[in-house]
């Protein structure tokens, strides 16, 4: 049972008077990432081009399934094992993590003038760590 409470502060992005986009500071290893956290995205990803940078490894294992979502019908995907990945307090070590081709999201992120990201924060995560997002502040509460 997740007994502890972490709350992490959120960065609010307008998407051009259209909307906005949650996005969470997070750390692979010892990098900083910045996510995306999408309550529809039913698993966390991360961008190949961006991880690929961080890691120093471009060799990732193939994934069989097919991706569907992010603006596509269907995308390959790829994993690997991080040493540890850390959001706040939350700190979860030797995991796989999934990895797709975001280069078609970061493109519409730039078009806007913003910095793009490194991943997606997906339900998986956000249901496992009974996730509560408050848009006042903005910030994120997480149990651990």
Do not use: W
């Amino acid at each position: 049972m997740l007994k502890n409470i972490c709350n992490i502060e959120l960065e609010l992005v307008d998407i051009e008077g259209d909307g906005f986009h949650l996005m969470v500071a997070a750390k692979i290893g010892r990098k900083k990432v910045r996510l995306l956290v999408d309550t529809g995205a039913s698993k966390s990803v991360f961008d190949k081009n961006r991880i690929a940078n961080i890691l120093g490894k471009e060799d990732f294992e193939s994934m069989e399934q097919l991706s569907t979502g992010l603006g596509t019908n269907t995308m390959q995907s790829q994993m690997t094992e991080i040493k540890t990945f850390s959001i706040g307090k939350v700190k979860i070590k030797n995991s796989q993590i999934v990895i797709m081709d975001l280069s078609h999201v970061n493109e519409s992120y730039d078009m806007i003038g913003d910095k793009g990201i490194d991943g997606v924060l997906g339900s998986d995560f956000l249901e496992y760590h009974n996730a509560v997002i408050y848009y006042k502040g903005p910030k994120l509460k997480l149990y651990y």
